[in-house]
């Protein structure tokens, strides 16, 4: 992986606070775009004028990943914790996590304990939040001292490539944003083949209600917009397909065919996939909307026409969340050609 997505990876942006990985996103991005303006609720949005007048187009994902905030720290020192998000707290009890204090990075434990105490039928039962915390290995009033309510939590998860594939805590969706950020570069080579304004935008707050995409959407006002998120991959055991449908990572971009995207848009794309010879999976998705940025952008104002895309992956909202290579890719290319359609 490059050294970019890395960087976007391994920042923290639990949702609310994900000014450093908008940073990230903005540095890159810079050398391709006319500007780049931050709003107040932390969407970072980047602009390329094309050559022509045109369609105002957004393309947008989230930069706001699943974590935690410090709630309380207890009399031995054990640091308890509140979800900012959609947390799959069976994945937690035994995981590393890093503890982002005004002091610096502090590393820790979400500790359980040993099976040899369990009762009958703990073992099956499901932990809550209030079964979790975290030990750090310090002294109380040492962490007392450094730890305070409202500090991020995330899980220590190490970006790695298995092959084609790629897994992480926080793809979901750092994959998208880093597949707006390619699309900018692209279009901005291309420049004069570009009718109207790109906006390429780095939305926040998506995990706890799509707060973030509402601002973005109302101070830049598109025609257009094409938002890009995970999506479930279910090539996987024990994976209801008459359920969720019928989707294996590296066989393409997924297209939602369901009320979040302009049947009009859904039909382009198709039309450009067989043209250009990308690979792409159409999904109705399991329920008829909501879920992602899209379903909020799709009712704003007058209504916009909208595409919702996905990256299919497996584990989603676990720290080892896997994608496909191949599908970043195809989503590429194909966000370009349609841009380049308008």
Known sequence: ????????????????????????????VRPYVDAISTDELGNTIARIDGNQPGKRILIE?????????????????CVWLRKNGGIDVQCMPGSRVLIYAHTGIIPGIIGKQPIHFNTPGAAESVPTMQDLWVDT??????????????DIVVTDATPTLLGQRITSRALDDKIGVYIVSQVLRRLSADRDSLHGTVYGAAATQEEVGCR???????????????S??????????????????DISLGKGVIVS????????????VEQIASREEIAIQLS???????????ARLRTIGNGIQTLLLGIPCRYMHTPVEMCDMRDVDAAIRLI??????F
């Open 257 to 268: 065919c369901n009320l979040d995207s302009s049947p009009a848009l859904v039909r382009a």
């Open 336 to 341: 370009v050609g349609l841009c380049l359609g």
């Open 1 to 28: 992986m490059d050294n970019f997505l890395h960087s976007l990876l391994t920042t923290a942006t639990v949702s609310g606070f994900e000014t450093a990985g908008s940073q990230v996103f903005a540095d890159y």
């Open 61 to 77: 994902a989230h930069i706001d990943e699943i974590g935690f905030q410090v709630l309380y720290v207890d009399d031995n020192g």
């Open 228 to 245: 890009l998120d995970v999506d479930f991959a279910t090539d996987m055991p024990n994976c209801q397909k008459n359920k969720y449908g």
């Open 137 to 150: 290995g310090m002294e109380a009033d040492e962490v007392r001292q450094l730890i305070h309510t409202g």
């Open 212 to 226: 973030g995409i509402q601002v973005c959407a109302n101070t830049i006002q598109p025609d257009v917009s094409i």
């Open 284 to 294: 109705a998705r399991p329920s008829a909307t909501g879920g992602t940025d899209a």
